[in-house]
């Protein structure tokens, strides 16, 4: 048990994605380091955002700059630049693609090797910071298909089964990092003292069925019909609880960890929902299927959907089987009844 235990405590990211490769391959070796640089980029996010309050403002602040003299960037956009920071020379991507950027940055150098793209939402639910609420980082990895000629980046709306990879870094009491390559889903904590994400929890399975329900329900009335039949479902049998924190990431991650359901959906004014496709629901979509679970626009798989525009917008129902299915049939009982 004690070489165990010490062996758990030594394994470290870019040693585990090595492990779930099974291979020391320059595709593999590629994966691992890109992997790093996105633990690296989730460290400098975490360092920033533990200081929030002093540097943002509540103690010593100036208008636009801190106690320092140094500029104060919307955290949304420092993270934003720290992860293009952490991939230019690094060789390893030669694209990345972020809720925060109209167009996709280039990495100014011939494509490498495994011609990866990051697409990445680099602060989700920066409005809980104010208030010292979890956020997260989201991120996929994905093949670049052709030579992007037109930097219009098309080929990032083939659907999501073309992730490679896809993953989370959660800013809460601590920092975990959660990912999957395609070999199932493993979470890491973060050590400041070692500045590691150490193994916390490997292959991940969503639970059938969960209690938690996940749901903003001041949009009650901007719902379809079949969305509030579902809501009076659960509140009328027991079992249920209604969880939600305002930011995706850690209202995923409980559903992840305890089962349950989450759900954006679209409302009657805008059928398509405010969760985006390519940054938010892709990448967890792509997290929960590894897990277990499930991921549907309602009447589609997400994994399925082919977009239209890179910042195209998706109701999304996701969590365990049971509880996306259960939704999905107040949806298509609506539908028959239409
Ligand atoms: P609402 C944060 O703005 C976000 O994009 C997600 O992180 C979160 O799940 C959702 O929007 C919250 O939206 O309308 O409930 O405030």
């Not at 979890?134 to 980046?153: H, K, M, P």
């Not at 490679?164 to 999957?180: E, H, K, N, Q, R």
């Not at 629901?281 to 959907?305: C, K, M, N």
Request: proline fraction near 3%.
């Amino acid at each position: 048990a004690g070489e165990r235990a010490l062996d758990r405590d030594c394994t470290t990211l870019s040693r585990h994605v090595l492990q779930q490769l099974q291979s020391f391959s320059a595709e593999a070796q590629d994966l691992s380091a890109l992997m790093n640089r996105i633990a690296l980029a989730g460290k400098l996010t975490a360092r920033r955002l533990s200081r929030a309050g002093i540097m943002a403002g509540v103690l010593g602040f100036a208008g636009t700059e801190n106690v320092q003299g140094e500029a104060v960037k919307k955290m949304d956009i420092y993270a934003n630049d720290v992860f293009i920071s952490v991939f230019e020379q690094s060789g390893l991507v030669c694209r990345l693609a972020s809720e925060e950027m109209e167009k996709p940055y280039y990495i100014p150098e011939n494509c490498p090797i495994g011609r990866y793209t990051l697409v990445y939402d680099p602060i989700d639910g920066s409005s809980n910071i104010d208030a010292n609420l979890n956020v997260g980082s989201i991120f996929a990895i994905r093949q670049q298909q052709g030579n992007d000629e037109d930097g219009s980046a098309r080929d990032l709306l083939e659907c999501g089964r073309n992730q490679i990879g896809a993953g989370y870094i959660l800013y809460g009491p601590s920092t975990v990092l959660v990912y999957s390559i395609g070999t199932g889903v493993h979470a890491f904590t973060l050590d400041p003292s070692l500045g590691e994400f150490i193994l916390w929890q490997e292959n991940i399975k969503v639970p059938e069925h969960g209690a938690v329900y996940s749901v903003n329900e001041g949009n009650f009335w901007q719902w379809e019909d079949s969305i509030r039949d579902y809501i009076r479902y659960v509140h009328r049998h027991d079992g249920y609880t209604g969880r939600y924190s305002g930011a995706l990431v850690g209202d995923f991650h409980r559903v992840l960890l305890q089962g349950g359901v989450f759900l954006y959906p679209g409302t009657v004014k805008k059928p398509e929902g405010k969760l985006r496709l390519l940054y938010e629901s892709a990448p967890l979509a792509y997290l929960i299927e590894q897990a277990g679970g499930r991921a549907s626009t309602g009447t589609q798989d997400i994994l399925d959907v082919v977009g239209s525009q890179l910042h195209q917008r998706t109701p999304l129902i996701i969590g365990s089987k049971e509880d996306v299915s259960l939704v999905e049939s107040f949806i298509q009982e609506n539908a028959r009844m239409e």
